[in-house]
């Protein structure tokens, strides 16, 4: 792994990482908006418009997975801006197509693949930076921010293009964003030449992609854990008693205050063991689900919140700079991402079948066992595949993507 040259080129490369990281989370982000917007523009119902979120958030996840054995081959720069053209188009199209949920889906799978490409450039390309850790907690604070304000900006679509704006307002804010990507051209390389044989970099890779197995696991039962029990967080609060517009309050301010768990994890990632640093946030995973499920006011669900979006990002950042520490072309990050994804997606229809069964109680129990217990017993193996990458960098360099 090298440093960045000039520090004013490794600040756009960071900043073209945080608006990727932005742009792409729309997907999931803005999805309440396109399902009202699918609802009052195409008169579908809410299990229609949830069947088109399937498909958009579903296709982002398998893409990840499936894509990222070829995503250290291609430039960050190039697979960042064609996911993007992708995204926009699709958008665009869904802005003036016809109500017909067949092809309603079909655009929607069509932007969820160019949402992949975006999001896997950019958990991507940081991975072969000397500074991989810190790279992922600044992008990820400031493409929190960045989506923020992204998201604040997309209800006036729907003043100025209709009921459908939503859609036609996405395209035009992917599209405005596109020369804020040319950072993605300072992405940090190794010095191995491009002329390495591609042979060498697969095998390199596969074996750290092998060693990742234990980062695997882990990341999954974190997601699926939290997963289903973020679903019901706005529920719980209602099941409380707390007016709706102070929920809201609550989710949007622990959200911000997610920048301190990236701090924290920027700060602790030279000093803490990763297994450590890991291992606290998964046990602060699991302690802040069951702290939600067990609130019993106002305050205690605040400080719940608040601490669970600490937590999560504290814990996603190290897991980003851990997965570029076993794999620096970013394959096993591309494919944590895409696995992480999956879980939390599968994590809302658990969670529903354990409050049917029982109570938000029960959502609370599975993620302190999945984060804090089951978790946990994948570290030991961690531990040794980062020691064992960090041995192996000393014989293996990685190359620079070839396309």
Known sequence: ??????????????????????????????????????????????????????????TLALGMIFFAPLSH??????????GLLIAAASNAALYFSPASLPLLCLLGLISGFGYCLMLSATVGA?????????VYAASSSGGLLLLVALLSLLPLAN???????????????LVVSIPLLWGFRYTPATAAPAAAAAARVDAVSGRSLKSGTSLLIIWVLYSLGTGAMWTFAERIGHALHIPGPTIGFILSISVFMALVGSGLAALLSDRL??????????????ATCLMLALS?????YALACVLYWI??????????????????????????TGCERLAFAFGAPIGGMFVDMGSFLWIGLLALTSCSILAPLCLPALSRAVKRAHADR???AVPVPLV
């Open 126 to 134: 940081p991975a072969a930076s000397a500074q991989a850790d810190k």
């Open 1 to 58: 792994m090298t440093k960045p040259r000039f520090s004013w080129q490794f600040l756009a490369f960071v900043f073209a990482v945080a608006v990727g990281n932005a742009v792409a989370h729309l997907c999931t982000s803005a999805m309440p908006l396109q399902v009202g917007s699918l609802i009052d523009g195409f008169g579908l119902t809410a299990t229609a418009a949830g069947v088109f979120g399937f498909f958009q958030v579903g």
């Open 73 to 82: 081959r291609y430039r960050p720069f190039v697979v960042c801006l064609t």
């Open 273 to 286: 063991d990763r297994a450590t640093a890991i291992g606290i946030g998964l046990v602060g995973g699991g």
């Open 311 to 336: 937590v999560t990002i504290f814990f996603y950042v190290l897991m980003l700079g851990t997965a570029a520490a076993i794999d620096p072309t970013g394959r096993l990050a591309t494919l944590g």
């Open 394 to 396: 000393h014989i293996d």
């Open 296 to 300: 019993t006011g106002l305050w205690m």
């Open 159 to 173: 003043s100025y293009f209709g009921v459908r704006g939503i859609f036609l307002g996405i395209a035009i804010l």
